[in-house]
Nanobody, 117 residues
Framework: QVQFVESGGGLVQPGGSLRLSCTVP????????MGWFRQAPGKERELVAR???????NYDDSVKGRFTISRDSFKNTLYLQMNSLKPEDTAIYYC???????????WGQGTQVIVSS
């Protein structure tokens, strides 16, 4: 069973920054589009950023210009740099392979991000 391991979340004030990391087991996902999803309380999980194996990126409008997704294939690690954070960014953040706009594999435990003053 594939298990992604997300880390880097925490409590941050509005306008602050966080960098999330996701360890991808093995190299079985090196050929996949990888993405960051988030799930806010009472809402469905949504895809906010994705990156192709070649490094092309795509963002949801709600995070465009503030978040940056990247991947280090040698370290099998996916990153999400989050700047200018807003309270509405509060959610549990997950990484996964992306197929058809949805998570492809089983979900990890996620990492909690809370944006509050």
């Amino acid at each position: 069973q594939v298990q992604f391991v997300e880390s880097g979340g925490g409590l941050v004030q509005p306008g602050g920054s966080l960098r999330l990391s996701c360890t991808v087991p093995g190299n079985g996902f090196s050929g996949f589009i990888m993405g960051w999803f988030r799930q806010a309380p009472g809402k469905e999980r949504e895809l906010v950023a994705r990156i192709t194996p070649g490094g092309l990126t795509n963002y949801d409008d709600s995070v465009k210009g503030r978040f940056t997704i990247s991947r280090d294939s040698f370290k099998n690690t996916l990153y999400l740099q989050m700047n200018s954070l807003k309270p509405e960014d509060t959610a549990i953040y997950y990484c996964n392979a992306v197929v058809g706009g949805k998570g492809f594999s089983s979900w990890g435990q996620g990492t909690q991000v809370i944006v509050s003053s």
